[in-house]
């Protein structure tokens, strides 16, 4: 009886290790899940080039907090709203939507600024709604906000279009503010012309490094969606993809016209400098500034799509002087 019962014993024991050894294995062989924490709902993350994930969580705790994940997954950043109050946020992530001004290998490299938009009543109608510029930086994780909130067609707000919010020279962001009706109830879509609209450069926390009025009939400034980089407060090298270079400088205002103010400091279009055919394409894939030298890269397609040539050029950043390649 006890060899017995030894032996189903020791069976029994062969057998825990066995399903002990198989969970182990299984695992190991499982790859980490990011586990959702302390959260009732999250946004979808906005990506930007380096690999990094911004998205905005409602707590447990019934706080709104802005998260960033790096490319592996791991929360490099987390803070809380601190001016959003409980019964300001939505009961789902379907009523927040978020913009991310993400990071440039040229301009404010560590810095990034999510905004929020956070409506307050249906979603049919999106009259009431909350907006929220945060700044982020990675490198000293210091965190700053600046809250508008609109209830009535005449608050002060920004514009939410796609790439209103411009990365800008010295770690600054330019915002195009005004009233909620200009801005973004199809009064006049950018607001020029209307009720004291303007561009505003803020520092990263939200103090205002200068405010330009917007009542000119046409205005240029740059876009969050065309490659540019600043030179100074007003001006900035603008490269467009199709083979344009060109030094612009900010005009948006009737004091900017008076004073014999044009947008346009220099410009090559590299098809026509370049002798290239009429229907041969180029596409510019790199740009830099070093030591006021603007440099360019680029390629030459043919009639057909085919890539013909690579060439590299640059410019003297003052008056746009070839310097060859």
């Known amino acids: 009886m006890n060899t017995a019962f030894r032996q189903k014993s020791l069976g029994i024991l062969s057998v825990c290790l066995l399903m002990a050894c198989f969970l182990f294995s299984c695992k190991k062989d499982t790859p980490d899940v990011p586990v959702k924490r302390n959260e009732k709902w999250r946004t979808e993350a906005k990506t930007d080039s380096l690999g990094n994930q911004y998205y905005v969580v409602n707590t447990l705790d019934n706080t709104l907090e802005i998260r960033v994940d790096n490319k592996d997954g791991k929360t490099i950043f987390s803070e809380v709203c601190p001016t959003i109050e409980a019964s300001e946020i939505p009961e789902s992530s379907r009523k927040l939507f978020t913009d991310l001004v993400a990071p440039s290998k040229y301009i404010n490299a560590n810095q990034a600024t999510l905004s929020l938009r956070i409506v307050l009543d249906n979603l049919d109608i999106q009259e009431k709604h909350i907006q929220l510029l945060a700044n982020i930086d990675l490198d000293s994780m210091k965190f700053y906000t600046k809250k508008y909130k609109v209830e009535e067609p005449l608050d002060w707000t920004y514009v939410t279009f796609p790439y209103s919010l411009v990365q800008w020279y010295g770690n600054s962001l330019l915002v195009r503010e005004g009233i909620d009706k200009d801005l973004n109830r199809g009064g006049s879509y950018m607001g020029l012309g209307q009720r004291g609209t303007q561009l505003v450069c803020y520092e990263r926390d939200f103090s205002v490094r200068y405010t330009k009025d917007m009542d000119a009939s046409d205005a240029y400034y740059p876009s969050g969606g065309l490659w540019n980089i600043p030179i100074n407060n007003y001006e900035y090298m603008l490269f467009l993809t199709e083979g344009v270079v060109a030094r612009v400088q900010i ?75």
């Open 251 to 325: 005009v948006t205002s009737v004091e900017d016209k008076w004073a014999g103010k044009q947008p346009l400091i220099w410009k090559d279009n590299l098809k026509e400098t370049n002798n290239i055919p009429a229907d041969y394409s180029i596409k510019i894939t790199d740009y830099n500034i070093q030591n006021n030298v603007v440099s360019a890269s680029y390629n030459i397609y043919d009639e057909k799509g085919q890539l013909k040539e690579k060439r590299t050029r640059k410019w003297a950043i003052g008056n746009g002087m070839p310097l060859g390649s």
